[in-house]
């Protein structure tokens, strides 16, 4: 074999193989040969494919090193982009590790903390609370609590030129996967404004209740002599020509008084300064003298007024009567003025009643004008009527239902309506009440229909107006009641010295000494006259008037313009005073009055 591969004849030659050793094995060495040949071809085309991928991956590198520094170039300048953001961001944005020491500052944090942030990082942000309120440094100290997730509370903090600024501060703590703190994210945002608007709006409600509670003292004082005198009237027995008259005046003032009233309470409701009473009170009894007050109006316009009354309802149960009332009377008294034929019909139907709680439904229909159906969403509105002739035609500020939904929603009820133009219409909603104890009814039941005679007994009525001294008198001579006259707080301590009174009524506002301070004065003499009962009797109804009573030591508390019978009850409670008023027999105030 003349073309054997250089390299295996270097290696016969290297291993000294005799050349017949071709000859005897020419397909063996031809073999090697081939293998040999083979082998360099391999290595040919290996060296050309590794000349090629150390091309393509000298030029991937290349590329690659390209779009790196194309992408950190980017991610440096939206880094910037971020800081130009955050260093405009009004609010301070802050970042702390676990332990509470700044990781992050924008540079809004001057604002706070009167230093660039570059000074605050690395320091705990507790260094910076040394001049808030102690109780909010409390409060922020609970940032690293474990058990909060996401905090924020408002705190005030003074400037270096003594301006007090208020912040609100909200944070989100961080945690790894063992749920272990590594820090909080955050915001600080100056809310001095807000504050500086709500204390404005504060002082605004303030002095829209002052105003409010002036111009209803300053109405109602003359308003309860027209009521009392019509009252005083009504139980001279006057002439049957006459009880008309004097029932239109009754029931005009009585209107007037519901008018301020509504406007009264609408400004609780919207102040949230409305509160509600859960006391004993004669259901069966309060629905039907609501429905008896229409009673006049009714007849002239020759109205039937109808009640209903379930089987299962009871005569007693707890609730706040004087909230019930006002919605019954609010609504009764738009059925009658909107009903000119036909009727007025209340109904009290039980829906679910056991041992300790009533639901009670409570219906009123009329036969009146109706509501069109496109007004019957919006007749729950403020100072809004169906139509826009109605108070023209009828009267009214357009609150009393605003008001009906507003108390209903605070004892968790709603209103519903259901109206046909022309035909009539019929509000209804549900009440929870609260059973009454048999006990108290056993209790109540044996005075049931009595009063005690309040005759001899003997009251200090102090008022500085004499028109108020003239209607109370009128009342006690009908009651056969002495009494003696204050016209201020000063008078009246000195004349509580110096004898002995079964109760005194007091008015608040009066010149020299209020009857604040009067009774404040008296509850400080000791012995027997300091426990005189005191009853303010006042046209001041203010948000407040029961807590400033009860702290001045007064027992109870009147409004005027007052009800008759409501004064006589309020006289007969604290009546047991002294020994000689335990007698009682039947006195029906009620018929006296309307007779």
Not at 106 to 123: M, R, T
Not at 297 to 319: M, S
Not at 359 to 388: E, V
Not at 439 to 447: A, D, E, Q, T, V
Request: charged share 25%; net charge negative.
């Amino acid at each position: 074999m003349e073309n054997l591969h250089r390299s295996l004849k270097d290696q016969m030659r290297k291993f000294k193989i005799p050349s017949d050793f071709i000859s005897k094995y020419p397909d063996f060495i031809q073999s090697i040969n081939d293998s040999y040949e083979s082998l360099i071809d391999d290595n040919v085309r290996l060296e050309n494919v590794l000349e090629i991928s150390s091309k393509e991956l000298f030029e991937s590198n290349q590329s690659l090193k390209k779009e790196n520094i194309t992408k950190s170039r980017e991610a440096i300048q939206a880094k910037e982009h971020l800081d130009r953001v955050m260093d405009n961001v009004n609010e301070v944005i802050f970042e702390v590790d676990g332990n509470g020491n700044f990781t992050y500052l924008n540079s809004a944090w001057a604002s706070f903390g009167q230093e660039d942030p570059i000074y605050s990082l690395g320091k705990n942000y507790m260094n910076y609370t040394d001049t808030i309120d102690h109780f909010d440094k409390e409060v922020i100290s609970h940032i690293k609590n474990k058990d909060v997730k996401d905090f924020k509370t408002v705190f005030s903090r003074p400037t270096s030129d003594k301006k007090l600024l208020w912040w609100e501060l909200s944070a989100s703590l961080q945690r790894d996967e063992n749920d272990r703190i590594t820090g909080a994210i955050g915001s600080l945002v100056d809310v001095t404004k807000t504050k500086e608007t709500e204390k404005q709006l504060i002082l605004a409600n303030e002095a829209k209740t002052n105003f409010l509670s002036t111009m209803s003292h300053e109405i109602r004082t003359p308003l309860n002599a027209v009521i009392a005198i019509s009252n005083i009237l009504l139980m001279d027995e006057p002439k049957e020509s006459q009880i008309k008259n004097l029932e239109t005046l009754k029931f005009s003032s009585k209107h007037l008084l519901h008018l301020i009233n509504d406007i009264l309470d609408y400004n609780k409701l919207m102040t949230g300064n409305l509160k509600l009473s859960n006391e004993p009170f004669s259901l069966q009894k309060t629905a039907r003298s609501i429905l008896n007050s229409f009673y006049f109006t009714a007849e002239d316009k020759n109205i039937k007024l109808q009640i209903e009354i379930g089987h299962n309802v009871p005569t007693w149960v707890k609730g706040d009567s004087l909230r019930f009332s006002q919605v019954l009377t609010n609504l009764i008294g738009n059925a009658v003025k909107f009903t000119s034929e036909g009727s007025v019909k209340m109904s009290l139907l039980s829906i679910k009643n056991n041992h300790e709680k009533l639901k009670l439904r409570i219906k009123i229909t009329d036969t009146g004008i109706g509501i069109p159906s496109h007004k019957l969403d919006t007749i729950f509105d403020d100072f809004t009527q169906a139509q826009g002739h109605t108070s023209k035609r009828f009267g009214g500020t357009g609150l009393g239902l605003a008001i009906c939904k507003k108390l209903l929603n605070l004892q968790d009820s709603e209103i519903h309506v259901e109206s046909k133009l022309g035909e009539g219409t019929t509000f209804w909603f549900d009440l929870d009440f609260d059973q009454v104890s048999y006990g108290y009814l056993n209790s109540i039941k044996p005075n049931e229909g009595k009063k005690l005679d309040l005759t001899g007994m003997k009251l200090l009525v102090v008022d500085d107006n004499a028109m108020n001294l003239l209607v109370i008198n009128q009342f006690f001579d009908k009651w056969n009641i002495e009494y003696d006259e204050a016209v201020n707080g000063e008078e009246a301590v000195n004349k509580a010295a110096n004898a002995n009174y079964d109760v005194i009524l007091m008015d608040l506002q009066m010149p020299i000494k209020d009857g604040y301070q009067a009774t404040k004065d008296i509850r400080n003499m000791g012995g027997s006259t300091s426990q005189t009962p005191i009853i303010a009797l006042s046209a001041t109804v203010s948000n407040d008037i029961i807590q400033k009573v009860t702290e001045a030591g007064m027992n109870d508390y009147l409004s005027k313009p007052f009800d008759p019978i409501d004064l006589y009850n309020k006289i007969e409670k604290y009546a047991n005073h002294n020994e000689h008023n335990n007698i009682t027999k039947n006195v029906d105030l009620l018929e006296e009055v309307n007779s």
